[in-house]
Structures are given as structure tokens and as C-alpha cells.
């Protein structure tokens, strides 16, 4: 069955370490998404991918980074970590157009924390 | 900027009751409205999902109906069971392929 999968599900890090979440999926989605989850805020769009070479950013870009170099995977990079990242994060993939849906597909999370 | 939000934050209800969880979106050019279900610790689960033609849709004992006019989603459970307790997401499309999240409503349901 198709499925997205993030690593690693849990994360320690120090203040200024560089730090990659992955996410990969294997629905063959176009379309790529990075959210975080606080508190109080919902959901908030990081970074977005429309398809391979394609990066925009979202709401709360400032300190994240992606690159889509393949159709499956769309890795987060936090340059220099801060205690303000502590969050969890979610990939999410959603269809083409054509489809008429977008329906987003979520993977499981990866709960971070910045020390 | 489309706003997305949900209301109540939380809700108690006693096992068997038939409850109703509410969405309102600010701009009503959304191309679909998306419910979820998350648990504790866990990702988001796909509940219903209504395309902007759409009125209605209906999964088992969940109902998702979306009348853009009013700038508003409800999800409606019928006869409630513990299992239904969770934190319920909806999540507004508002013309590109992102999806704009309100801040969900925690759902208990007491046996």
C-alpha cells in the first residue's frame, strides 16, 4: 500500500546543530507539503513542493529550507536549530489536479525538540 | 487571507449523543474542505473531504456537509462512541493546492 514515512519519528538537538528531517512517499504525488504543529496555532504551512526542482515557501518559512530532487522525497533542513522549532512535524502529499481533490495525505510526524 | 476556525476548542459529551462540530473559512472561494481526525501522539487520519460542487458527504456515522455562501462546515457523529474521542481538523483549500488548518476541537466522549 502507498504510504508517506517520516524519519527520525522523535529528535534531540542542540541550539545551532543543522538538523534533516526526511519524509518519502510512495503515492507518486506531485504535490509535497511541510507543516508544524504548536499549540494554540493548528497546523502551519512551512515549505511546499509542486513537483521535482519546484520549492515555495509558506507561512512560517524563516529558518527551514527543502529541495525536491525526486518525485518521493521532500527533506526539511532547519540551517541552525532554535529553541522556537521545538514542534512537531508533518509531511503531507496531496494529487494532481486533474483529480479535482487534492485530498493531502499526512504521515505520521516527527516530534522535535531544540535544547 | 483565507481564516479557517473551529468552535468549540473542546467538547464533553456522554456515550450515544449525536453531536455536531462546526467550521467557519473567511473567503469562500475554497476548492474543497477537508476533515480529520487526529489522536494523542498521532498523524492526521482522513475523515471526509467535500469538493467545492459538493454539498455533502457522508462516511458511516459522519456526516461533512459545506455551504461556501456562509463560509461553513459542520461535521455531524452519530451516536457517539469513546473511540470517537479525539481532536477533529478541518482544513480549507483556498485555490492553490495548500491547505489552510483551523485549530481543531478536542472531542472526549464519557461511557
Known amino acids: 500500500d502507498a504510504e508517506i514515512t517520516q524519519s527520525p519519528r522523535h529528535k534531540i538537538t542542540e541550539t545551532g546543530r543543522q538538523v534533516t528531517l526526511a519524509c518519502h512517499q510512495t503515492?507518486?504525488?506531485?504535490?509535497m507539503f511541510w507543516y508544524r504543529q504548536d499549540l494554540g496555532h493548528g497546523l502551519r504551512l512551512i515549505h511546499y513542493?509542486?513537483?521535482?526542482?519546484?520549492?515555495n515557501k509558506g507561512e512560517v518559512s524563516d529558518g527551514y529550507s527543502v529541495s525536491r530532487s525526486n518525485t518521493e522525497d521532500l527533506p526539511l533542513t532547519l540551517e541552525s536549530a532554535a529553541s522556537s522549532q521545538t514542534s512537531v512535524y508533518f509531511c503531507?502529499?496531496?494529487?494532481?489536479?486533474?483529480?479535482?481533490?487534492?485530498?493531502?495525505?499526512f504521515g505520521p510526524g516527527t516530534r522535535l525538540t531544540v535544547t | 487571507k483565507q481564516e479557517v476556525t473551529q468552535i468549540p476548542a473542546a467538547l464533553s459529551v456522554p456515550e450515544g449523543e449525536n453531536l455536531v462540530l462546526n467550521c467557519s473559512f473567511t473567503?469562500?472561494?475554497?476548492?474543497?474542505l477537508q476533515w480529520f481526525r487526529q489522536d494523542p501522539g498521532k498523524g492526521l487520519t482522513s475523515l471526509l473531504l467535500?469538493?467545492?460542487?459538493?454539498r455533502e458527504q457522508t462516511s458511516g456515522r459522519l456526516n461533512a456537509s459545506l455551504d461556501k455562501s456562509s463560509g461553513r462546515s459542520t461535521l455531524y457523529i452519530a451516536a457517539s462512541q469513546p473511540g470517537d474521542s479525539a481532536t477533529y481538523l478541518c482544513?480549507?483549500?483556498?485555490?492553490?493546492?495548500?491547505?489552510?488548518f483551523g485549530t481543531g476541537t478536542r472531542l472526549k466522549v464519557l461511557a
Open positions: 503515492w507518486n504525488h506531485n504535490n
Open positions: 467535500i469538493q467545492s460542487s459538493q
Open positions: 503531507a502529499s496531496s494529487e494532481l489536479p486533474e483529480s479535482s481533490s487534492y485530498e493531502q495525505y
Open positions: 513542493s509542486y513537483g521535482v526542482h519546484d520549492t
Open positions: 473567503d469562500s472561494a475554497i476548492y474543497n
Open positions: 482544513a480549507a483549500t483556498p485555490g492553490t493546492y495548500k491547505y489552510i
